[in-house]
């Protein structure tokens, strides 16, 4: 080995990765450090077991990737009409229901990120880090290789990876993203199709109507306002259909203390009583809307996932943020609010060829109408964006 060549070597917390790194392929509006120390930190290693490939160029630490380490339910992954022919797999295949998948990107982030110093090229570190990677799969007993939700840039190098490593691409739920194109409210609302704004305006207004809220945006809560926050975002973990992780309360708690990390709140005036949240962290021109929690035992005319939305949408604007975006899942609503659908994809690898072949040919029959009810809808309203997806 030359001592330029490329290398990959393992460690096993965010603090043993070089700041160098962290800051070059993980600055704003991308969450850093301070993310992966709080999943690290926060108690959930029974769920997830979490490590960094950093690539590095002779000596120089030169890349990033983080990973981590789960048991999958097939049934997260896979959409529910395959799961019987799933079930019958299972039959001869056990390990087919229950995935021991190494990951590279992290749990509830929204897109798996892969970061080089801007010298070193991509395509390959790439080459470098795919097969380092899969023999750090065998070793930790994983079945399979996922490089998880991966945005459109770097899912074309991706595809080119995917050419020569035996990856298989595998159509992710999309991510969702409003641009702010001003300051001013009005400006948001005249990007929007007339019909979602006309739909928008009127449920804001039948929402008021029905009960005044008190709107406060919350910096470093204290430990009983992280009571309140912690019990909204657990009824609306309840509620979710898809579990990916189970997060607690420690997790907030760390969240809560970092600079970047904003909550808003609703109260009812009348009694004080949180009904509603959200979590969003300020990253450069964007603001990411993390976690909600909504008070589920309030009347459904109140219709709180827009108002606490509209309270989002007004401190985004007087912060002059650029796009807030707002995650995976819940998609009826957040089309109604003018978001727009982010592409992401899988790209994966099984160990065993013959499951490999079967997965692939699995995956090429997944698409948004099979994920989920809503993107079915919104499918076949518009059949051209999902194509250009």
């Not at 983080?66 to 395959?82: G, R, S, T, Y």
């Not at 019987?84 to 798996?112: M, N, W």
């Not at 899969?134 to 079945?143: H, K, L, P």
């Not at 160990?351 to 989920?372: K, S």
């Amino acid at each position: 080995m030359t001592d330029d060549a490329l290398h990959v070597r393992f460690v096993e917390s965010f603090d043993a990765v070089p700041m160098s790194l962290w800051e070059t392929c993980f600055a704003p509006p991308l969450e850093g450090r301070w993310w992966y120390e709080s999943l690290e930190s926060c108690g959930i290693e029974d769920q997830f077991r979490f490590s960094y490939a950093v690539i590095c160029q002779g000596t120089r630490p030169v890349g990033l990737a983080p990973l981590f380490l789960m048991n999958v339910p097939i049934e997260l992954v896979m959409p529910p009409a395959l799961l019987p022919a799933l079930r019958l797999l299972g039959k001869f295949f056990p390990s087919a229901l229950r995935q021991r998948t190494l990951f590279v990107g992290s749990p509830c982030g929204d897109e798996g990120t892969f970061g080089v110093l801007p010298d070193v090229d991509r395509r390959q570190a790439l080459l470098c880090l795919q097969p380092a990677l899969e023999a750090r799969a065998a070793a930790m007993g994983a079945s399979m290789l996922v490089w998880k939700d991966v945005p459109s840039p770097q899912a074309v190098d991706l595809a080119w990876l995917a050419e020569r490593r035996r990856l298989f691409p595998l159509i992710s739920f999309p991510g969702t993203e409003v641009a702010l194109p001003s300051s001013r409210k009005e400006d948001y609302f005249a990007a929007m199709k007339a019909s979602r704004r006309h739909v928008l305006k009127k449920k804001l207004r039948r929402s008021g109507q029905a009960v005044a809220v008190a709107v406060e945006i919350v910096q470093g809560p204290d430990d009983a306002v992280l009571d309140e926050i912690f019990g909204l975002f657990w009824q609306t973990y309840e509620k979710a259909e898809t579990k990916f992780e189970r997060l607690n309360r420690r997790f907030f708690a760390l969240l809560a203390k970092l600079p970047v990390s904003r909550f808003v709140v609703l109260r009812e005036p009348a009694s004080g009583r949180m009904i509603a949240f959200m979590l969003c962290f300020a990253l450069g021109s964007r603001l990411i809307n993390k976690f909600i929690g909504i008070d589920y035992r309030r009347p459904k005319e109140w219709l709180l996932y827009f108002r606490l939305w509209d309270a989002a949408l007004d401190w985004a604007l007087t912060q002059g943020f650029e796009a807030i975006q707002s995650g995976q899942t819940g998609y009826a609503p957040k089309i109604e609010m003018g978001h727009a659908l982010i592409p992401l994809t899988n790209y994966c690898r099984h160990r065993n060829v013959l499951m490999h072949r079967i997965y692939a040919t699995i995956a090429r029959t997944v698409g948004w109408q099979t994920l989920d009810d809503d993107l079915a809808r919104f499918v076949k309203a518009h059949p051209e964006a999902a194509a250009d997806a």
